[in-house]
T-cell receptor
């Protein structure tokens, strides 16, 4: 079992839908949780960054962490065709190595 | 600012050939990384350099070597390319040790080994 599990999709939704992207993890030491967005033929770019449990909102995007369930989510409200991309979750512990562990990424397609 | 620049963007090699992928960052970051990305496998760390003068193996280092030439540049070398090394390679940089650290990625090198 990989430390971070993420369904690769693809997930196809109509424009305007609420999208839920999820990751589960097994390492209870993870404290920092990140979501990267990767457009086709581009490098990933950081979208959201949260520490420990709770929610963080940024415009149409909400990141949610449930450490008791070892489960993180990214919600996209009013999804747009421009949101079509691969979304990778990443996480790391607070001490030791600062290198994040990435999920495999979920491909999202928002069709008009 | 250009951020993280990778060259070349595309490369085709024959089995057994060698090549070096170049990476440079202009953000004065102390840490640099090389990842490969394969369909269904996500990002896998090949090597990283936490600071100038140090390099360490990542998850999949076999068949690769790296050089941290200076604070700006971190190169990845394939000494004898194999078809299994066909992949998209990403270089990244970051400020090691910051609590809100994030990785900045280049646009990638698509490598095919025939």
């Amino acid at each position: 079992q990989k430390e971070v599990e993420q369904d690769p999709g693809p997930l196809s939704v109509p424009e305007g839908a609420i999208v839920s992207l999820n990751c589960t993890y097994s390492n209870s030491a993870f404290q920092y949780f990140m979501w990267y967005r990767q457009y086709s033929r581009k490098g990933p770019e950081l979208l959201m960054y949260t520490y420990s449990s709770g929610n963080k909102e940024d415009g149409r995007f909400t990141a949610q962490v449930d450490k008791s369930s070892k489960y993180i989510s990214l919600f996209i409200r009013d999804s747009q065709p421009s949101d079509s991309a691969t979304y990778l979750c990443a996480m790391r512990a607070s001490g030791g190595s600062y290198i994040p562990t990435f999920g495999r990424g979920t491909s999202l397609i928002v069709h008009p | 600012n250009a951020g993280v620049t990778q060259t070349p963007k595309f490369q085709v090699l024959k089995t057994g050939q060698s090549m070096t992928l170049q990476c440079a960052q202009d953000m004065n970051h102390n840490s640099m990384y090389w990842y490969r990305q394969d369909p269904g496998m996500g990002l896998r760390l090949i090597y990283y350099s936490a600071s100038e003068g140090t390099t360490d193996k990542g998850e999949v280092p076999n068949g690769y070597n790296v050089s941290r030439l200076n604070k700006r540049e971190f190169s990845l070398r394939l000494e004898s390319a194999a078809p299994s090394q066909t992949s998209v390679y990403f270089c990244a940089s970051s400020e090691w040790g910051r609590s809100n650290e994030k990785l900045f990625f280049g646009s990638g090198t698509q490598l095919s080994v025939l």
